[in-house]
């Protein structure tokens, strides 16, 4: 191959050719000195391209991500270099940005605190142990960036950049966040925890936390950046009132719609009684009980906004696929289901979790005309945990006083 790479095209084909080769076993050094020169020169965008083409081609997510190190190790010299102009305060990237400054300052924190425990103190063990107990409490605020990426920052990139694929993996390591740290805070729980097994799964913690934080804003912050329209950042700020920030306070953010059009004229005949769309969005609002709607076509169209959700919710996410709404581990099952009621093999779905002490219903009907056409699925999710405690019975009116 020449030694100058020039157009497009043939970057493209060099950096594909390059990952599908180091993923496929062959010897790496050997491949970067065969691609050198576009690999001095990789950007942002080639780098979500280039994830997104092995996607394309029928990669394994799974697969992807395993590798995902590698390839961004032979790009690491060029992005780290890559200059773009950071946006200011008011911006939505500047504050996610904040957000990753001081969760390192809590990694640094953990890291000084570990070294302390593994000097063995015997006498300050307890101490030094309860501190890193309020250390990780701490951290696992920082699940609101995930989540404020998951639901308002994913979105808006799959609608204006067609390599959006590889967000799935970023997605996955997010959920490798929440699962590491809640087996740590499980084993601090324990009055002797194994500091060994500690040790590693805190070193786990980190080596997902770091990188992903690089890949945010060496890759993803600069591609968004430059695809997504400037109106569509203020919508984002609006929107992170409802899932709020973690270590900063943001005050004077707009609270302006999110830009979903709203119809204000005459009643809904809706057959069994006449509504106003005040009236019904108030109803929805207030139902025990979060609603999601999908269409035929798998694209979110609505969603309930009840003050206290049980999973959180965008409005950046209308409009989008269901299945980009949800971690590459469980895509496979809302095919499964959404596959079953198209094919009117089953008309629901239902699942119970455990989350935060908390036992939570999770059903999915399927919804079909008078015709028995399909027309999409209710998802609808329910906090069910003084439900399950009730017994006997009670028939006269009792107010709960408790506070």
């Known amino acids: 191959m020449s030694e100058l790479i020039m157009n497009s095209s043939d970057r493209k084909t060099a950096l594909e050719d390059f990952t599908l080769r180091l993923l ?18 990789v950007t942002p965008f080639e780098t979500m391209q280039v994830l997104d083409a092995l996607l394309l081609a029928g990669m ?3 697969k992807v991500k395993a590798g995902v190190g590698k390839i961004l190790n032979a790009f690491h010299k060029s992005l780290s270099s890559h200059q773009w102009e950071k946006p200011g305060k008011g911006h939505f990237i500047h504050y996610l940005m904040l957000e990753n400054r001081e969760a390192e300052k809590i990694l640094d924190e953990i890291k000084t605190l570990n070294k302390s425990i593994f000097k063995g103190r015997v006498k300050e063990m307890a101490e030094l142990t309860s501190r890193l107990r309020l250390l990780m409490l701490t951290l696992k605020e920082y699940e609101l960036h995930y989540i404020k990426k998951e639901n308002i920052l994913f979105p808006y990139i799959e609608k204006v950049f067609p390599e959006y694929r590889c967000l799935q993996i ?6 490798d966040f929440r699962e590491t740290l809640k087996q740590i805070n499980r084993d601090l729980e324990d009055a002797n925890p194994d500091y060994d097994i500690l040790n590693k799964l805190i070193g786990k913690l980190f080596f997902i ?9 060496q890759i993803v912050f600069p591609v968004a950046l430059k695809a997504v329209p400037e109106k569509a950042w203020n919508d984002m700020m609006a929107q992170s009132i409802d899932t709020g920030w973690c270590y900063i306070d943001i005050a004077d ?5 999110a830009g979903i059009p709203s119809n204000s004229g ?5 057959g069994s009684g006449l509504l106003s769309i005040g009236q019904v969005r108030t109803i929805f609002n207030n139902l025990p009980l979060d609603i999601t709607f999908i269409d035929e076509n798998d694209e979110v169209k609505f969603f309930s906004e009840s003050q206290e959700r049980i999973f959180p919710r965008s409005r950046a996410i209308i409009g989008r696929k269901v299945q980009n709404c949800h971690p590459p581990q469980s895509i496979h ?4 289901i959404l596959a079953a009621f198209r094919k009117g093999e089953r008309d629901s779905a239902e699942f119970w979790i455990q989350m935060n002490g908390r036992f939570i219903y999770i059903r999915y009907f399927a919804l079909r005309n008078e015709a028995g056409e399909y027309r999409g699925t209710i998802e609808a999710s329910e906090d069910i945990t003084v439900a399950r405690s009730l ?3 009670r028939r006269l009116l009792k107010w709960n006083t408790e506070k």
């Open 60 to 62: 394994p997510v799974d």
């Open 391 to 393: 017994a006997g019975e």
């Open 170 to 175: 970023m997605w996955s390591f997010h959920d």
């Open 209 to 217: 936390i770091l990188p992903v934080i690089f890949r945010e804003e």
């Open 253 to 257: 953010i707009s609270t302006e719609s």
């Open 333 to 336: 099952v809302v095919n499964e």
């Open 24 to 41: 496929s076993g062959e010897n790496g050094k050997m491949l970067m000195e065969k691609h050198q020169q576009v690999l001095g020169t």
């Open 266 to 270: 005459g009643l809904i005949d809706l």
